[in-house]
């Protein structure tokens, strides 16, 4: 027995060393984009001698650009991937079919620039260059050597990561070497941008234009493979999620960057108040960002204005703690008389108090030029009867009958005095609290 329990600890540990050697094997993607104060790439393995092969680089991260998405795969292959844990660091591996004969690339599209998705976790192994483009890339440096050929494999799908919040264009639209900011801290991720305008360009695929809000400008590309010709340009401040990138080719290599948008349906409109959200038709995408969770529920959450000014419902079953600050994009839809939105991209960015408003029975009948819809508030009531399907008759301050849908929750005895927290709705003109948990009823004495 302890022979046995001998050789299963050295199968575990040589299963361990095994994990930690291929670990320690990878590089680092941030390491791998550092440049200097010109804007080319530093790295010891940009450009190496390629007939060592000790210079290959190898690197693991999730797809958020993946081969049928940015360029014509029939022409060329490209992907993006980003470094899953960490906030910075990401990477482009690209190659150009004019460098091959038709053979020889309808091959190697099959064996080594393989297509994948976005979400997938992908290792790719090759080596480095920086052509003078403001970024070192993975590519076959423009040879068709099969001793440069990269290859890419699937090795997971973790889901498309969260697109990062820059705060302002000003926070990405200049160089710094150093990359504590500006374009190259946040080169090759899955970014936010809110409350920025088209300024200049074609609405088509294949498109740069340019964005700006009131601190400045940057690019924005559109995707040769998306689907802006089929859809009009929208209008007003946006909301845009895409891929952080870089193309100048002229030294120094400091400018030229832009975002890299995908599909139409990744540019919405801005709002900045959660209650301007039912101002839009069902179907229609908006974004939002900075807005307080209130109450997690099963497939879905309330966010609210940091100022308690409104709240709105997301629809998702991915959770996050009370006081989560959320960054939202997605489309409206429809929910009785509540217009809500269905998550596509959502981000955290922090994290604060999050307080409810305290309301009397005049609030929650909107008798005071106060609409609480949304809104986390509390309120003092007597617990009713139980009429099934976890809803309860409650009654209000002022004598009248209000609801509350209990979310598994076990009220006190019909007749007890309690405060109760919740998120207000109306239900055919009649207040109806949703209550998240227990923890949010205080019986009074």
Aim: net charge negative; aromatic share 8%.
């Amino acid at each position: 027995m302890q022979k046995r329990n001998a050789l299963v600890c050295l199968l575990v540990l040589c299963c361990l060393l095994s994990s930690y050697d291929l670990a320690v094997g990878l590089d680092n993607m941030w390491d791998l984009e550092a440049v200097n104060e010109i804007g080319f790439g530093i790295h010891p393995k940009v450009n190496a001698d390629y007939n060592n092969p000790g210079n290959k680089v190898i690197v693991e991260g999730v797809v958020i650009g993946d081969s049928q998405e940015i360029l014509d795969p029939n022409n060329a292959y490209t992907i993006f991937i980003q470094d899953e844990n960490s906030d910075r660091g990401g990477i482009q591996a690209w190659a150009g079919s004019w460098f091959y004969g038709p053979s020889m690339w309808a091959m190697l599209r099959s064996t080594d620039y393989i297509n994948c998705q976005a979400g997938d976790r992908v290792r790719i192994t090759g080596f480095l260059a920086d052509a003078g483009r403001g970024k070192a890339v993975i590519n076959h440096r423009h040879s068709n050597d099969p001793a440069l050929v990269f290859t890419v494999e699937v090795i997971g799908h973790s889901g498309i990561p969260d697109p990062m919040l820059i705060p302002s264009v000003s926070d990405c639209n200049y160089f710094d070497q150093t990359r504590a900011g500006g374009g190259e801290r946040y080169q090759t991720r899955f970014v936010m941008l809110h409350g920025v305008d088209i300024v200049s360009g074609a609405w088509a695929n294949n498109s740069l234009t340019t964005i700006a809000d009131s601190t400045g400008s940057v690019g924005m590309l559109l995707s040769a493979m998306g689907d802006f010709n089929s859809n009009p340009q929208p209008s007003g401040k946006l909301n845009v999620v895409g891929i952080f990138d870089q193309e100048d080719t002229v030294s120094p290599y400091t400018e030229g960057y832009r975002v890299w948008v995908k599909r139409s349906s990744d540019v919405a409109s801005a709002v900045d108040a959660c209650r301007e959200v039912g101002a839009f038709d069902a179907g229609k995408r908006v974004g939002l960002i900075g807005k307080v969770v209130s109450r997690v529920y099963n497939g879905f959450l309330y966010v609210q204005d940091q100022t308690r000014a409104g709240g709105v419902r997301i629809n998702t079953y991915r959770t996050f703690a009370p006081g989560s600050l959320l960054c939202v994009q997605g489309e409206v839809t429809e929910l009785g008389d509540e217009k809500a939105i269905n998550a596509n991209y959502l981000y955290q960015q922090g994290s604060t108090t999050v307080r409810p408003v305290g309301v009397t029975s005049r609030t929650l009948w909107a008798e005071n030029g106060l609409d609480v819809r949304g809104l986390l508030i509390r309120c003092f009531a007597r617990v009713g009867e139980y009429l099934g399907d976890g809803i309860y008759s409650m009654t209000d301050d002022a004598g009248r009958t209000i609801y509350l849908i209990s979310n598994g929750v076990t009220l006190p005895q019909q007749g007890t005095p309690v405060a109760v927290t919740a998120v207000a709705s109306v239900e055919n003109d009649v207040p109806v609290l949703l209550l998240a948990g227990a923890e949010d009823v205080t019986v009074l004495q």
